[in-house]
């Protein structure tokens, strides 16, 4: 799935198009009766005028900010913050969460709002500005610079010297609240932790927790017992030099790959509300406890207080609980600062009490895969391919004959995953683009943007799956009528820049962020390139993006045995999009001279739109990864096609994974040719 | 020159030979009489002996520790941290900085050395292990993790709780200092700041600061007064939205290119001890005032006060000016944290009075050369290529009949560069290495070590010279004889490294760290690799190592304009080593389809061993690269080579660079030579 460039680990769809697109469709709607700024007026809201204009689509939050700054008054806040993450810093949040759009309207994924008694103001990106200008009514401010120093800047002029500036620990990363203390440090306003959320306080209709609970893994998809991963991750405490007494996990997936259990309380995302505190001879698990069944109770030995048992506690109590923790003498606790939130890393003192690395061990564990993690993981990347088969072969039959919308073929895709084994639907909302919507960063289609699919434009769509063994991803761009020769060439560049990194050599310990140029190298030689991240870590049936495998700088080294995304793309504004996405996983390579290298193992298998690739652009070598590719593809999803009787599927995947002739640049090509040029002519002067 | 991988800034060579070598040498000397653990003591101490062995080369450091610890009673410190740099953080140090070899003995270029009551201890690197057990007599324990965590762990072992740790804040960083405070933090141990050198105390015979002073720039090798780059730079403090009032300049290069003056208190760097505090209307030089001739004066305006005449004050003051300004209200000074020391830094208080970037604006000004400098800087380059081809051209005739050594070639290239216009010394001690001797890490040849060259070793020779336009950095690999396949191999694919980074083609404001690896690429795909970093800045009369610019992670983004040296290597343990070195510039670069792209154009202008390039591993880009880079050569160093009347290098020249014919993995030469396929086909069938 696309993702955000520069290290940001936060990425969810658009959901509003932008501001030129709707223009022009309200142009065509209003057979050119109104002009653009008339257009234009419709969907954004203008509070210079009086009265003030707002779109149908703008939330009135009178209200709401009312009843906040009623809470602040007592607690002598004059400014107060409001971060659109979770306590657990997910990339995805659970609807329950999402404080920064109750009190703003604004429901862009990322965002920060500020509240003070007389202003309020909201940051956000550019992706998202003119989704804000349709959302926020006049109460609110945009403000476009997202760095803290922006919003420190902004609560300096609007709070007095002296003043408080409220915030929820438990939604802030200790990175941000560094930056927003080092950016306030010298001003004399005080930023002042506020454990109990405001925001909860006068949310009436707050989405209460799913009643629905977790579950187990079965065995059949696990090599490790919980009680397994508890020894291993124990032994990682034991040989850290600076030996801790506790780990406390507070990403989601921490606790859900300790235990083998998942849940469903963030849309697409198997996790549930937890943390673990993890002793050398204790297991504190902190959950909704009325959510742990008897059964899940005895699988967690839960009945006992061995170093073996986990023994439940309830989900808030964490403060209290690591509080009483740290109140012992020589304990040292283990956090990773990645997804440690203020909250419990300000508990944590004094300082000597604190170990910190940027990632839990258990992240850096859960990064590499047992053998039972990849054979599963790569056998739900080989139903996957059915599915995604199945709706290009479909979508090239109907597209040229019958309206096919972008919602529509979302919607196929999803239904073509639901009937393979062991799915538990999309792993994120599928983003189905055609034309000048796949230009659009982070776009999933509405009823209201969706466009008609035709043998004119290029389609892209990118969508995954959650199986019990695997979370998928993938992404491919296809055109059903004749391409244009820039998108040929863009097209082939992508793919070149796929096959760069795929089948690149490279010492096990390399960090993604030094090999990533090799998706962008083909692009930058004419000039293009493309604006988010080269690829992230998948894992078995997690979040769809496994941080901190990837390529992003904050990313750790790559080692045989970690899954990624592959994803580079190319973007025509208003015109058209191209990404091709593809999991892979390092495996060891034999080399001529060294040992410990590493490269990548396709296990994606879908055919990428021959139509579309310019063969004359790649080398040889790009060549012959390409047909061992299909050849792969061949070997390992037609028997499954087989076995699913799928035949017209089967067909269609044989003609799309024949091979290429090797026209390309090859030296062996060369050599051969030469000789044959050496052959004729010599046979030319016999005769 | 050969740099140090993985963001470190320092590297001298090591003047020692490996322990392997030299019990090789010991077995022929000695004629088979001693066996090598014989052969082995001889060179390295044995402390565990009694009496202790010690060999000819160590230094007896009792009278230094004892004195300095006197030193240390008064001020109650129980020990004493004593780093290897200088005030300026300098990657070279003068021989009066060279306090940890005053103290110790030892002679490596990187180490930190502690002193408590009753013992010592010394830090260093793998690459100075032996030189280390060669240099230290019994007083000093060896310590081989050098992480500031292992020292820390020490001094907690080593000073009793309460305990002062005492450290000269002018030879600290604030990233060394504060990992110092982070590692000893929660231990009950106090980092003690002593701004007056302990060392400096006890050394009698320091040297003293070179008498002769400081000299100007001529004007032709300059494009910008200083009173322009004082302009240039005061506007990037008011530009700056934190509004500085003043800026520090602690580097030594930074005040040398702010005035277009040089020095030469450090071999081998045009430099002078010095600071700046540039504040918006005056300009403070903290200088030896005495070393500080009438003219100069005159040329830096330094009889007024006005924001362009430069008043000069002590070297020995910056301190307590410092504190005077700084005292001020509503002051705001601007560092750079990577050159700053702590004894500055700890004087710029409350926080509020502090501004940081990693660089400061000169460093990063400066990193970017004016039309003058990159002219210039070419220019020198043109020069620098003739007397490296006079090198190569006479070890070619003498190496086969004459007894030529590593240290006669190196001073061959010396001299021949003395002989250049405006040369002012080499650059660097220059590495001349034959065979297993160019394997080893920062080597360079001394009577002792030096080997005589032979046709059958490769030899690897990485020199350059200073000019009063430019400093410049080459490093070139031959063999005189027959090289082996393995070697052909080697070379090649570091030579399709240096190839593969000086094409590509990437977005102006790429970090080298993200295309690095292409250095790289062709040896990770045969299990080869380097263990060194992959460029350095270079510029105008300045150090050899110009940094904020080169491959490395702490290295600012490329623009146009941005000189630095390109050098993959390959080495193997005794036996042989390569590296092939060349200076190029970054420039813009025409694209078919974006703007604001670059590309690197090569300046170093030195043909490549002939005889050492498989060309069939060689794309036809690669071969299409060299064949262009040879037909520069000829058009820009031959007629320099005219000019000088040197007609034999001219002909060796052009014998050396005669383009190769397009014999590699080409699609151009694919594709013409299946259309001859076709056509003689044609041609064929008609018969």
Redesign the interface.
Known sequence: MHIRSAGSLSAVQLKMPSSAWLWAVSVVALTGHLFCAAAYERTERNCSLTPPYLPSTAVNTSVQLQELRAQMLPLNVSAYIIPGTDAHLSEYIAPRDARMAFMTGFTGSAGTAVVTQTKAALWTDSRYWVQAERQLDCNWELQKDVSI?SVAEWLISEVPAGGNIGFDPFLFSLKTQENYAMSL???NRILKSIPVNLVDQVWKDRPQIPADGLTRLPDRVLQRTWQDKVEQIRSLMTTN?YQPTALLLSALDETAWLFNLRGNDIPYNPFFYSYTLLTLDEIWLFVHTNRVTEELKAYLSASCTGSLCVQLKSYDSVRENLMTYVAQSDVKVWIGTEYTNYALYELIT???KLITSSYSPVLTTKAVKDETEERILREAHVRDAVAVIQLLMWLEKVVPVANVTELRAAEYVNRCRSKQKDNRGPSFETISASGPNAALAHYSPSEETSRRLTVDEMFLVDSGGQYLDGTTDITRTVHWGTPTD?QKEAFTRVLMGNIEISQ????SG?SG??????GR?AL??????YGHGTGHGVGNYFGVHEWPVGFQSNNIPFKAGMFTSIEPGYYKDNDFGIRIEDIAVTVPVH?????N?LTFDTVSLVPYDRKLIDT?LL??KQMQWLNNYYEMIRRLVGPELDKQGLQEEKDWMLRNTQPFTE????????SS??T??AL??A??NI?
């Open positions: 120093i440090e010298s001003s030099p004094p300082q000597e820039m690149t050599v490279f010492p390399t962020v030094r090999i990533e140029m090799l190298r930058w030689e004419v000039g293009l390139n080399t001529k001279f060294g040992h290298f004359s080398s040889a026209a390309g640049s090859s030296a062996s090509v060369c040719s030469l044959l040029i004729v002519f046979l030319h005769i």
